[in-house]
């Protein structure tokens, strides 16, 4: 069953959609911090220059970079959602001026259209980041990913709209899920036989359900035929689940769920 790779999971946690988190290296701290990364794999920092994150990015002496950690938790779409996990990115940060700057901003754009743009070199400063370690934190293991393979992944392109396509599913599916979850369960759906079956995760390789008795969730994946591209996509791949044409088997299920306690 395909499912998104480390370097993956990491590129799509740091695109720029979840709150970030700034460690900066023998500096009070830590600070939040609004970032990016561009469709280079290169992570963009927006920074206030009158904020206390400016001031600890100053370098010392005769340096032109500092030593920084960014850091980001998923944030799960609902309850019971599981975790996506939590990325680390260590590396140098450097303020950009100038052609570079300018560029900057117009690749900070293409992810967060910010207003505060219009305002570098002025009210705020961008920095570049430059990626040295990535490491993956996912339940009880670490994962230490390649950086050339971090800049190289594509972020998921449905993780931004993934709350509000859960909410349709839900709203205006949730019977069609449930029967086809049901079906092919086969007979480990016993024990949920009659309870509804609940999508808690979506990604481009598929998606995670949830159904059985509060005390007792089984819980487990489907995966699409192929890489979904994007929403539309997505609403042409699911539509044989949701129209009930089970036969052209255009879901897989996973032959290894497993049960999860409330």
Known sequence: MQQPSPAEIARTLSAGRLAG??????????????????????????????????????PAVGAEDVAMVLDVRDLPPGAGAPSLGRVWLSGWASVLDGQEARQA?????????????????????????????VRLEQ????INVDPEEYASAEPDPLHQIERELLADLADHHGPAISAFVRDRLGNLAGAADGLPAQ???????????????????????????????????????????????RRHGSVAWDAQPRRRSA
Request: proline residues 6%.
């Open 199 to 245: 999508v808690v995760r979506l990604d481009r390789y598929g998606f995670v359900v949830t159904v059985g008795p509060a005390d007792a969730r089984l819980q487990a994946r489907l995966s699409f035929p192929r890489p979904v591209r994007d929403r539309a996509d997505l609403a042409r791949l699911l539509h044989l689940v949701l129209c009930g044409h």
């Open 21 to 58: 988190t700034a460690y900066i290296a023998c500096r009070p701290g830590p600070h939040p911090v609004r970032h990016v990364v561009d469709r280079h794999g290169r992570v963009l920092l927006l920074v206030s220059v009158t904020s206390d994150l400016a001031m600890a990015l100053w």
């Open 139 to 142: 339940a009880d293991r670490t």
């Open 105 to 133: 901003a117009l690749d900070f754009f293409d992810v967060d259209p910010s207003g505060d743009l219009l305002d570098v070199g002025r009210g705020f400063a961008l920095y570049r980041f430059e990626v040295a370690e």
